[in-house]
């Protein structure tokens, strides 16, 4: 999409029609590569005009000859030229929204959430949406079928500078913030960071930001996962979407070798369940400062395996946040470590990722409030394939069967003296299908097989669609 505001459509139509001899001069441009072909094509007459007033001047003649061309003309035509060439480099340097927009993953977040990165200058615009219905198979437990549009998301980021940015990622969820005494949705800031780039190997990100674990926390907008529901084990094990307030490192340590970083408030153990640590998120509202957490990931991508990535990332920090509980002060020492594989190649995508978490003091924790896991661990492998290539060789769409496998357990271990909660001890197996008519929009459907060790888990039938723009 070309977008190009009054003022240089009068400029570009005035150089136009000064430079009717010319053959650029004939249509009006339809893009910026235009626009500097004619540019180009003023430059050269121009000096093709100096070269031939030169030689005529320095002709040795009885008397002058009159010319067509004077300085006047020489001089009007760099004018335009100049004014030409001004605007369209504000229009290079300012334009909000590229005129092809490359969807392109940047720094660890997903493409739409990456279109600042792409832009010369000023402000960026993206987002993504998905919808869903979901029936229930089997009745078990007290689940219904529902209809739920799960988010609605806007990325607003702005360029200072080459090397000061801002961006954000603001989410409104099930389609509203309350209706009455209920509570059905929320808006929420997923993320909102500044990031100053200083060299390749060290840049400083601070804000309200992204924890780097596993696939889903960074990169969560729905064409780039499989299934209408996000893994699991990416929301019970690591906390999807988990974000919290603090200050890191991030960039490229070799080729292909990238990392990331930071400082963060500490989670709330008072809020640890028996389903993990989810609820102690502080999610930049008010999150309780007085523990700190630390965070980092690798991730390496071999040239000799194209498409091929391997990492991990750990988190450590004290939860207690200088709290008691029952008349016991805990530092709640919590860890959690996960490693991923990914391989893209042709019309294979396969992912793994295993997770596995320990929490101390999880017998203070259990005496006041339910069973706390000292362990909790996860893990799932997926395989799915474009199979669209193989029915229509030069299509652009996309369609892949897929097939997901799931085990976590979040009360892995019990502490001594409480009983363990089997109906935290789950195995998921999900088959399902992707389209994608255009790379922006995905059309889901997906079968869940879920099965608890004890308790009722009743099994899923999923329907939905996603988009990024």
């Not at 369209?88 to 990456?114: D, F, M, W």
């Not at 702005?158 to 309350?178: A, M, P, Q, V």
């Not at 929490?359 to 893990?379: H, K, M, R, T």
Request: with cysteine.
């Amino acid at each position: 999409m070309n977008i190009i505001n009054k003022p240089l459509q009068q400029a570009i139509l005035l150089a136009c029609v000064s430079l009717s001899t010319t053959a650029y001069a004939l249509e009006k441009p339809a893009t910026v590569e235009d626009m500097w072909k004619i540019i180009q094509a003023q430059q050269k007459q121009i000096d093709e005009l100096r070269a031939n007033r030169s030689t005529k001047e320095s002709s040795v003649t009885p008397a002058p000859v009159p010319t067509k061309t004077t300085n006047s003309d020489v001089k009007n035509l760099e004018r335009k030229t100049d004014v030409l060439s001004q605007e369209v480099e504000k229009l290079r340097t300012n334009l909000a929204i590229p005129e092809e927009a490359k969807y392109k993953s940047a720094y660890g977040l997903g493409p739409a959430a990456s279109k600042v990165y792409q832009v010369g200058k000023g402000l960026s615009i993206g987002g993504y949406g998905q919808a869903s219905y979901q029936a229930r198979v089997g009745d078990k437990g007290n689940d219904s079928d529902n209809a739920d549009l799960e988010r609605i998301v806007l990325y607003a980021g702005y360029k200072f500078t080459d090397h000061i940015l801002f961006n954000s990622e603001i989410e409104f969820e099930h389609g509203s913030t309350g209706e009455g005494s209920e509570e059905k949705g929320e808006v929420s800031v997923e993320f909102a960071a500044l990031d100053f780039f200083l060299d390749p190997m060290a840049n400083i990100r601070a804000g309200l930001v992204l924890m780097p674990m596993g696939f889903i926390n960074t990169i969560h907008e729905p064409p780039f996962y499989f299934g209408n529901n996000r893994p699991e084990v990416e929301q019970r094990i690591i906390p999807s979407t988990w974000r919290e307030v603090g200050v890191g490192l991030f960039g490229e340590l070799l080729p292909n070798l990238t990392y990331t970083t930071y400082v963060v408030n500490g989670l709330n153990a008072k809020k640890f369940t028996s389903d993990g640590i989810k609820e102690g998120r502080g999610g930049g509202s008010e999150a309780k400062a007085e523990s700190f957490g630390y965070v980092a990931r690798l991730d390496y991508s071999p040239n000799k395996v194209p498409g091929l990535t391997v990492g991990g990332s750990a988190y450590i920090g004290n939860s207690g946040q200088n709290q008691d509980f029952g008349g016991k002060k805990a530092d709640v020492f919590t860890q959690l470590y996960e490693a991923h594989l990914q391989w893209k190649y042709r019309g294979l995508e396969f992912r793994t990722l295993g997770s596995w978490g320990h929490i101390n003091d999880a017998d203070v924790l259990s005496s006041i409030q339910n069973v706390v896991g000292s362990e909790n661990f996860g893990w799932y492998a997926e395989l799915g394939y474009d199979v669209m290539p193989l029915l229509f060789p030069d299509t652009t769409q996309y369609l892949a069967p897929f097939f997901r496998y799931e085990m976590l357990d979040t009360v892995a271990k019990a502490p001594d003296g409480f009983d363990d909660d089997l109906t935290k001890d789950w195995k998921i197996y999900q088959v399902g299908m992707q389209y994608k008519p255009i790379p922006n929009v995905v059309i889901k459907a997906d079968y869940r097989n879920r099965i608890a060790q004890e308790g009722p888990l009743s099994d899923d039938f999923n329907l939905g669609f996603g988009f990024i723009f």
